[in-house]
């Protein structure tokens, strides 16, 4: 192999431990590399990604990953108003004439509003009411357990949450069966219409 082939060979093969001591040698500091484009972190490539310090790296596929994630599903999730969840959930899937319209309110409960839903949901104490028969949900879980329709910041304490997120037909919390999921008799809400409650629950269920 010519001269020049052994050299940048050899340049290529080595180490990260040997190339950051080089580059804190020329003057510069760990974070600077760590940080900076073309500094060790981008240059290790794959094995500065997989480090705890090149997950900040621009260089390599696994550096990238790093900023990606601290930047868009590490970081902070994006808040959701009540009018969002209005807009997704409640108007569209609950305030129908038949279940929690202004006029219906069945089990005293209206959605069809902003200012409805806050009232209506925000640490008020969960009830479970309406006729039951064989071949409905037994209801009482959500009352034995002192739950309310919604408690800021607490999904698994907001019986709306529950009632729209469960997998089942009936609703169960801690064992005890609380009813139907919602909407009753309509295919479950979507999946995006029942995260942006939870976020809205997560981040203090403002009513702003």
């Known amino acids: 192999m010519p001269w020049g082939g052994v050299r940048a060979a050899t340049l290529v093969t080595l180490s990260l431990p040997l190339a950051l001591s080089l580059a804190l040698a020329c003057g ?8 900076q484009p073309g500094g060790a972190a981008g240059a290790g490539g794959d094995a500065a990604g997989s480090a705890g310090s090149g997950g900040t790296g621009v260089g390599g596929a696994a550096g ?16 959701t108003t009540l009018a ?8 569209p899937s609950c305030a129908t004439s038949l279940c929690h319209s202004a006029k219906q309110k069945a089990g005293g409960l209206s959605l069809a509003s902003e200012a409805d ?28 357990l002192g739950l309310l329709r919604v408690k800021p910041g607490s999904l ?19 064992g005890v069966e609380a009813g139907e999921r919602m909407p009753k008799g309509k295919p479950a809400a979507s999946q995006a219409a029942v995260d ?12 702003e």
Do not use: M, N
């Open 117 to 144: 839903s806050c009232a209506a949901l925000v640490g008020v104490p969960a009830t479970e009411s309406g006729p039951t028969s064989p071949s409905s949900c037994s209801r009482g879980g959500a009352s034995a």
């Open 28 to 35: 510069a500091s760990e974070d600077s590399l760590a940080t």
């Open 64 to 79: 990238a990953a790093g900023v990606a994630g601290g930047a868009g599903a590490g970081g902070a999730a994006t808040v």
């Open 156 to 174: 698994t304490e907001s019986f709306t949450y529950l009632k729209v997120s469960s997998p089942d037909k009936c609703v169960t919390i801690e």
């Open 196 to 207: 942006s409650l939870a976020r809205w629950i997560e981040a203090g269920a403002a009513c």
């Open 84 to 91: 969002e969840v209005q807009a997704a959930l409640f108007t």
